[in-house]
């Protein structure tokens, strides 16, 4: 069977030319989920082992009989357990939803998946209710990062078992969501790419949401590309992207407020060493205060949107079964109770002004660039104090949170060398933007592959 840290176009030339099935992929991903050394107990909530396989039966058939098939027919994807599929419970990460009814209908991102052709697995572990971006998970497990498994690191958030799913060979490529950071934030710490459109792109019709205003539908995979090309499906576009920017005088914007602070060795060695080259291959690299991000703590002091959109959603949940709860979620979910009509708007009207502020700094760069996640992935033991928690989370999800808040557009990918802790180069731009931040992407990961 192909390796499985192959891209979903190399996995899309394998079937077309016969080399491999699409029931081989699916086996050799059930036989890694089954494998009880690995970590698909955690990764995956439910598996859907009958379906894909009679979805790959059925796709190979269709090959067989020379029949025309999609692009990607037979690829297996793993679904976030936020999104609705068919005949199935969608429980979010959580326990309260246990007994919820099956889904009638698959949610838009899947049917739209589907109709491409991809086959699905099954669905994947994430924090409760997509609440924080560390990836832990009392109820099912944390699935652990490949990068020193053995220490026990975790995945990132709230995607978790997405990229751990994508890492492991449990799948090609992964569908996430990304309110704050949840595709980009375990795309970089397990060293994968991850993509958070502009938020309007992708319907959300089917997802169980966290923020209707913050929410966007990604994927996460082993290339821009992959992602690239989960977009242009999710996003309706005819066209499979292919674009890739000069870096010939691109002007990259490096904020200087808060996205450097608190970068540890391994961040800071890496960042660097991708600006360097970026700048010897021609890029402009440009220091920019990008000082409005220092107001958006202040902003959103009383829990911002996240609180304000989860508290009506989950009230009377809490009140029936607050006891089932991950209390590290539920302490977030209940700030929203304070919020008032009044604070809402005032909210809106601040975002409003802060978004068209930010965005003037956009008028004379391409891209802006700084780290994913300022820190390599903690341990799960370090994690185990409250406050250690809530420190570290609120340091992971600062940067990406800033993009999510713009309206804008981001990709994470790695750009640490090989054999050495994952770190993620984010890239951003404001919304509407997405393909020619792709562009720039693709340019950027060849690049840094060019070791």
Request: charged share 20%; net charge negative.
């Amino acid at each position: 069977m192909t390796p499985p840290d192959k891209s979903l176009e190399h996995l899309s030339a394998e079937l077309d030319a016969g080399r491999v099935t699409s029931r081989a992929l699916v086996e050799d991903c059930l036989a890694r989920i089954a494998d009880p050394s690995g970590e698909g107990a955690r990764v995956y909530t439910l598996v859907d082992a009958d379906g894909a396989r009679r979805a790959a039966d059925a796709i190979d058939a269709a090959r067989a009989r020379g029949e025309s098939t999609r692009r990607l027919a037979g690829i297996p994807i793993s679904i976030k357990d936020l999104f609705d599929i068919e005949g199935q419970v969608t429980t979010a990460g959580s326990r309260v939803l246990a007994e919820a009814p099956p889904a009638a209908r698959d949610a838009e991102a899947v049917a739209r998946l589907r109709e491409a052709g991809f086959v699905v697995m099954g669905r994947t572990n994430m924090t409760e209710f997509a609440y924080s971006g560390l990836g832990l998970n009392p109820h099912h497990g944390t699935p652990l990062n490949p990068y020193d498994r053995k220490t026990g690191r975790i995945p990132g958030g709230s995607s978790s078992g997405a990229a751990v799913s994508v890492t492991d060979g449990m799948a090609a490529v992964g569908l996430g969501t990304d309110t704050g950071g949840s595709c980009r934030i375990p795309a970089a710490l397990t060293g994968l790419t991850g993509f958070k459109p502009t938020a309007a792109r992708v319907p959300a019709t089917g997802a169980f949401p966290l923020s209707t205003t913050l929410d966007s539908i990604g994927g996460i995979g082993r290339t821009v590309n992959c992602c690239a090309i989960v977009d242009a499906i999710l996003s309706g576009d005819p066209v499979y992207p292919n674009e890739r920017a000069s870096l010939a005088g691109l002007r990259m914007g490096v904020p200087q407020t808060l996205v450097l602070d608190g970068m540890d060795h391994d961040v800071a060695s890496a960042f660097q060493d991708a600006l360097r080259r970026l700048s010897q291959a021609g890029a402009a690299i440009v220091d920019i205060p990008f000082a409005e991000f220092a107001e958006l703590a202040a902003i959103n002091a009383k829990g911002g949107y996240t609180a304000a959109e989860s508290y009506p959603l989950h009230r009377d949940m809490m009140a029936r079964h607050g006891d089932l709860y991950d209390p590290r979620v539920k302490v977030r979910i209940e700030k929203g109770a304070q919020l008032t009509a009044q604070d809402v708007a005032e909210l809106h009207a601040r975002r409003a002004d802060w978004i068209r502020r930010t965005n003037r700094h956009f008028e004379t760069l391409d891209v802006m660039a700084c780290p994913t996640v300022p820190v390599i992935a903690p341990t799960v033991r370090e994690l185990a104090d409250d406050e250690a928690y809530g420190r570290t989370n609120l340091l992971v999800l600062r940067n990406p949170t800033f993009i999510n808040f713009l309206d804008g557009c981001a990709i994470s990918l790695p750009c640490h060398a090989p054999g050495t802790a994952p770190v993620g180069l984010m890239l951003a731009a404001p919304g509407g933007q997405d393909r020619r931040l792709l562009a720039v992407a693709r340019a950027v990961e060849a690049l840094l592959a060019a070791r």
